[in-house]
């Protein structure tokens, strides 16, 4: 196959600043049942989510670069945060992608619920006090849409991050010390989503 026989995927149109949503949008085209739901989708009640149907339509064209403008005023509207600007000079700040992609997703699942099967990880929770030795863990079992990764100057690898975010420790109240104490949170992923 010679590169020219390839059919190129559309990009998106830097706007300034807005590499963080390129990236975000990108990654939501990639979910087949998002693009399905939004092709169904009649009702113009949530333009947002209107202007994210036409924007994947024009994407799905593959016609080249698409600028994502329609959308991008209506996210700013949706979320202010986006709307921010440097008050020296005027431009758009530039904004975090996991901020950018978390509320356009939150959105979609307003709008679509049954979408959020889709994101869902599945946790199993052991708390322990750290300040008694014989004080038994307790068990839960939490849900989630997302995995954290904490990194610092020691963080070398992604594995390393995912792996420290397993881990939290929080102060509250034991009963058998009549005081607030350390526990240790371990996280252990029982279930991961489709799309992670």
């Given at each position: 196959i010679?590169?020219?026989?390839?059919?190129?995927p559309s990009?998106?149109?830097?706007l300034?600043?807005?590499?963080?949503?390129?990236?975000?949008l990108?990654?939501?085209?990639?979910?087949?049942?998002?693009?399905?739901d939004?092709?169904s989708l009649?009702?113009?009640?949530?333009?947002l989510?209107?202007?994210?149907?036409e924007?994947?339509v024009?994407?799905?064209s593959?016609g080249?670069?698409?600028t994502?403008l329609n959308?991008?005023t209506s996210?700013?509207r949706?979320?202010p945060?986006f709307?921010?600007?440097?008050?020296q000079?005027?431009?758009?700040?530039q904004q975090d992608a996991e901020e950018?992609?978390?509320?356009?997703?939150?959105?979609?699942?307003a709008?679509?619920p049954d979408?959020?099967k889709?994101?869902?990880?599945?946790f199993k929770?052991?708390t322990k006090c750290?300040?008694?030795?014989?004080?038994?863990?307790?068990?839960?079992f939490?849900?989630g849409g997302?995995l954290n990764?904490?990194?610092s100057?020691?963080?070398?690898?992604?594995?390393?991050?995912?792996?420290?975010?397993?881990?939290e420790t929080?102060e509250?109240?034991?009963?058998?010390l009549?005081r607030n104490?350390?526990?240790?949170?371990?996280?252990?992923?029982?279930?991961?989503?489709?799309?992670?």
């Open positions: 010679k590169m020219g026989d390839l059919e190129s990009g998106l149109t830097n300034g600043n807005t590499c963080y949503l390129n990236s975000s990108q990654t939501l085209f990639t979910i087949d049942e998002l693009k399905n939004l092709k009649e009702n113009r009640d949530d333009q989510i209107w202007n994210l149907k924007l994947f024009k994407l799905s593959r080249g670069a698409v994502p959308f991008l996210l700013r949706a979320v945060q709307a921010e600007q440097d008050q000079h005027g431009f758009y700040k950018a992609y978390s509320q356009i997703l939150n959105r979609v699942i709008k679509f979408m959020e889709y994101f869902k990880i599945e929770t052991e750290k300040e008694v030795e014989n004080e038994e863990p307790v068990w839960n939490e849900e997302k990764c904490h990194i100057g020691s963080t070398n690898f992604l594995q390393d991050g995912l792996k420290k975010s397993m881990k929080l509250k109240n034991n009963e058998q009549g104490a350390i526990y240790e949170i371990d996280k252990t992923i029982t279930k991961l989503p489709k799309y992670l």
